[in-house]
Nanobody, 128 residues
Framework: VQLQASGGGLVQAGGSLRLSCAASGGTVSRSCMGWFRQAPGKEREFLAA????????YRADSVKGRFTVSRDNSKNTVYLQMNNLKPDDTAIYYC??????????????????????WGQGTQVTVSS
């Protein structure tokens, strides 16, 4: 499956963006989906994940209260709503599909090793 993140752009601090992750060549509706980012000079960072059903989600402390993950399995798409953006949120944002499917349960994984390879990201730049 190919994953393409989109919806990034330039926004002022305090603003909002909604990222989308569209899948092609396969389905993501039976897998946990995660959002990650990589800022310049920093390691890749887990942000949020949502279980295959959407019934369970998990967010990193750094984005709790500001970012919300959701999904629409009928559209094979996952979203990341980002509010109250800060300059430290400037990064390339990626979505990833978990290696496990619904057979393993309805979980939201935070560990990078639980996910497949990285797809195309989208740049988010927050100005102060």
């Amino acid at each position: 499956v190919q994953l393409q993140a989109s919806g990034g752009g330039l926004v002022q601090a305090g603003g909002s963006l909604r990222l989308s992750c569209a899948a092609s060549g396969g389905t993501v509706s039976r897998s946990c989906m995660g959002w990650f980012r990589q800022a310049p000079g920093k390691e890749r960072e887990f942000l949020a994940a949502i279980s295959w059903s959407g019934g369970t989600s998990y967010r990193a402390d750094s984005v709790k209260g500001r970012f919300t993950v959701s999904r629409d399995n009928s559209k094979n798409t996952v979203y990341l709503q980002m509010n109250n953006l800060k300059p430290d949120d400037t990064a390339i944002y990626y979505c990833r599909r978990s290696r496990r499917t619904y057979y393993s349960g309805d979980y939201a994984y935070s560990a990078s090793y639980e996910y497949d390879s990285w797809g195309q990201g989208t740049q988010v730049t927050v100005s102060s």
